[in-house]
Structures are given as C-alpha cells and as structure tokens.
C-alpha cells in the first residue's frame, strides 16, 4: 500500500485525541525500521508539560492495525496487572494505551493510516548498543522476565500480526524470488551475500524442524527484541519498560534470545559499511545469557536452553535475508536513510553469522552450564 506522508495527517490525528492541554509541539523521534514514530509535547493548564508518543503503525508491516492493536491492548493490561501483583509500578514499568476521544485504542486517518499513542515513559534512556556490558545484561533481564510475565497468557487469544513472521524457510523463499524477479537489478551488486544466505538453506529449517518435532514449544514472545526496544532507567540503569510491542504472538522463546544477540552482543552499529568493525563478541552472548536465563530460566525447557545458539544465528541469518529481500525490492520496508544502508545491514549480519560459526562451540558450552542436571 502506497502512503502519504505521516506529518500530511498528524494534525487531523492529534485533533483526534484529548492529551489534557495544548500540543506545543510534535517531531519525529526515535531510531524504529518500521512504524512512523512522533514525541507530542503538550502544555498544561497549570503550566505543566507532558509528553506523549504518537505513532502511526506501518502499513507495510501490518496488514490488520485494529487487531494488532486488540493484542497490545489486552497484553499491556495484564502485564500491568501482573506488574502491579510484584509490587511494581505499572505506569512505567509497561506501556499503556492512550484512548481517542471517541475511546477507541486506534486512530484511523482520512488517508486510511492507522494511529496510535502512549504516554512517554519520562526518566528513560533508549541506547542504539551495548555500550557497556551491564547495559546488555539489564535487557536481557527485561526480555527474561517479559517471557517470564506472560509464561501463563493464553497464547491462542493472540492475532499473527505478520504472518510466518520468524519463518526462516519462507524468508529464504522469499529471497529466492526477490532475486529472480530482480526488479531494480541490484542482483550482480550482491552474488557473493546471496550465496551465503543460500549455502545455508539447511540451517533455516533448524528450528521450525525442532518446533514441528515437538522439541520447541510455543510461547507467547515478544519477537522483536532488540536493545533499542527497551527503555532503561536514567537513573538506576535498569531496564524498565519493554516496547514495540506489535510483533508480540506465539512464537518461540529462543528467537527473542537470539534477536537480542543479533543486535547487541557485538559493538558496531546494524549498518556499519566496515566489516573489521563488525565481531561478534562472546562475553556479552555469556553475559546476556546469565541475564536473560536468570529470569526467563524456570520457564524455559532443557531443549530450548540447547538451541540458544540456533536462536542466536537464525535471528541473523534471518534478519540478514530479510534485508537483502528488501535491498533487491528497493527498500520498501525498512525504513532507510541512504542508498545500499540495506545492503550494508546485510553484510553485518552475514559477518556476525560466519562469526557465530566460527565460535559455535564456545555458544554451546556457555548454556550447557545452565542446563541443571
Ligand atoms: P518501530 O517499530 O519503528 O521500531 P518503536 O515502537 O520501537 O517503533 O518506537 C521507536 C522508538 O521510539 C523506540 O526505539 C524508542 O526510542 C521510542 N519510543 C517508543 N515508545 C516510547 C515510549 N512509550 N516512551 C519513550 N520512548 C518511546
Ligand atoms: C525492525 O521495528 P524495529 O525497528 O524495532 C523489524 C525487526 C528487525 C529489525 C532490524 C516489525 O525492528 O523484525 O529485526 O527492524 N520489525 C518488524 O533492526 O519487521
Ligand atoms: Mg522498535
């Protein structure tokens, strides 16, 4: 679907909600591939200030907003009930949805947009890496205690706001008739990444096979579990309030471990064009393990605890096809903000792939040390 502009329909939008005063301001913010994210600064009657984030979900991404707005809804409210059992604040410690005047969850435009809007969750920092290793370690104990939290949601209950989302052998399909159809002929750019997406066929269907043999269960997950999607205390460092939560579904729980690898256990940016910058660092996979497994442990299986590592190279490998799909598609679904910044982001995650390869065995030692037996 083709789409005006965000900023075309901000005002009519924000017309749309009460946020108790005068909107100051409204400006892009945020570092998000996918959904048009705003920051509203509104004046008070008592000369307060609040503020509050407006977004208007990708309609490249998700086909049905209503139901994936059905989904944040019910799972923000128990995690705030389940937050609030802890003893916990609900009001930052997850996101809550703002209600348009006439009380709906989502807005939709004169242009068929779909809107929605969350308090700013203030005192907050949203880092772009791991810059230290206890930053990474507080994510991962975010994600662990989010598998934790909904250990018990009915995942039947979810919509699939995209379907085959962590679907490695249809993402590689997918790459395969990008490639064929070559629409812009970016192919003779990219041989050398396409090949090795290709030579690893086998490996994307190492744990849909899992799931299908029953060895891997299916959870409710989060599935897009990048540092950047969690917010961390300014003033404690701790994480405080896991974010984007359009992707959250049945899934399984290795990807959203294996996500959060892919993104932070290195120290250069998704799109670093120099590659000797680009490694994948083995301290921070054991540092974000220990986290994530101190949480999350008592509700995962032995045999999810085993295919951490596939968790870890399959989010990249994934992510590194999804990419390049979209490099040869003329990047119509990340959002990008120069030319080849999809093919630079390819080339990173196949470095990090050969890196993981490369030390397989160290991943594989580290969480055995968590299987308890
Ligand atoms: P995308 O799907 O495009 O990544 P996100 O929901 O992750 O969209 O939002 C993009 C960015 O906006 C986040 O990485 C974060 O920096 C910021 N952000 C989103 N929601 C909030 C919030 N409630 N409070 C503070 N910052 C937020
Ligand atoms: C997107 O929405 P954002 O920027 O947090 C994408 C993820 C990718 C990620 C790569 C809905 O995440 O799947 O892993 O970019 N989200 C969606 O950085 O496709
Ligand atoms: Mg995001």
């Known amino acids: 679907m083709s789409m005006v502009q965000a900023e075309q329909t901000l005002q009519e939008v924000l017309a749309a909600y009460d946020l108790g005063g005068t909107v100051e301001s409204a400006d892009r913010f945020g ?8 920051r ?5 009657p008592d000369g307060g200030a609040r503020r509050v984030i407006l977004q ?19 799972v923000t409210e128990y995690l705030g009930r389940e937050i609030e059992k802890l003893g916990g604040d609900p009001s930052r410690e997850t996101l809550s949805v703002l209600r348009a005047r006439d009380g709906r969850a989502c807005v939709t435009d004169s242009q068929g947009g779909a809107w929605r809007a969350f308090p700013f969750v203030e005192g907050t920092v949203c880092y772009q890496s791991a810059e230290t290793p206890e930053l990474f370690a507080a994510s991962g104990r975010a994600f662990g205690r989010f598998q934790r939290l909904l250990r018990d949601y009915p995942a039947h209950t979810l919509h699939e706001t995209i379907p085959r989302f962590h679907d490695t052998e249809n993402r590689l399909q997918n790459l395969k008739n990008a490639v064929a159809a070559d ?10 990444d396409i090949e090795f997406m290709l030579a690893r066929e086998k490996d994307c269907s190492a744990a849909l096979q899992a799931q299908r043999d029953g060895v891997l269960p299916l959870r409710v997950t989060h599935n897009d579990t990048k540092l950047n999607n969690v917010l961390m205390d300014e003033k404690t460092g701790e994480a405080l309030c896991v974010i984007d939560l359009d992707t959250v579904m049945p899934g399984l729980a290795i ?7 892919r993104f932070g256990a290195n120290h250069s940016a998704e799109d670093e064009p120099d590659l000797s910058k680009v490694n994948l660092d083995v301290e921070l996979f054991e540092i974000y393990t ?8 008592e509700a995962l299986t032995e045999a999810e605890i085993r295919y951490l590592p596939w968790g870890a190279k399959l989010m990249t490998l994934e ?3 999804r990419f390049l799909t979209d490099y040869l598609e003329g990047d119509v679904y990340f959002h990008t903000t120069r030319p080849g910044q999809n093919l630079d982001r390819t080339r990173t995650q196949c470095k990090l792939v050969a890196d993981m390869e490369a030390h397989w065995d160290e991943l594989s030692a580290i969480v055995e040390r968590y299987i308890k037996g």
Not at 40 to 44: A, H
Not at 183 to 192: Q, S
Not at 255 to 261: P, Q, W
């Open 56 to 74: 208007r979900v990708s309609p490249v991404a998700f086909k049905e907003p209503d139901k994936l707005m059905e989904n944040i809804v019910n």
């Open 290 to 297: 220990a986290a994530f497994l101190g949480e999350a442990g």
């Open 40 to 44: 509203v600064n509104v004046l008070l």
């Open 31 to 38: 570092e998000g591939h996918i959904n048009d994210t705003f």
């Open 319 to 321: 992510c590194g096809i």
């Open 183 to 192: 629409p812009l002929g970016r192919a003779k750019d990219c041989r050398a």
């Open 255 to 261: 990807n959203d471990f294996g996500d959060s690898i």
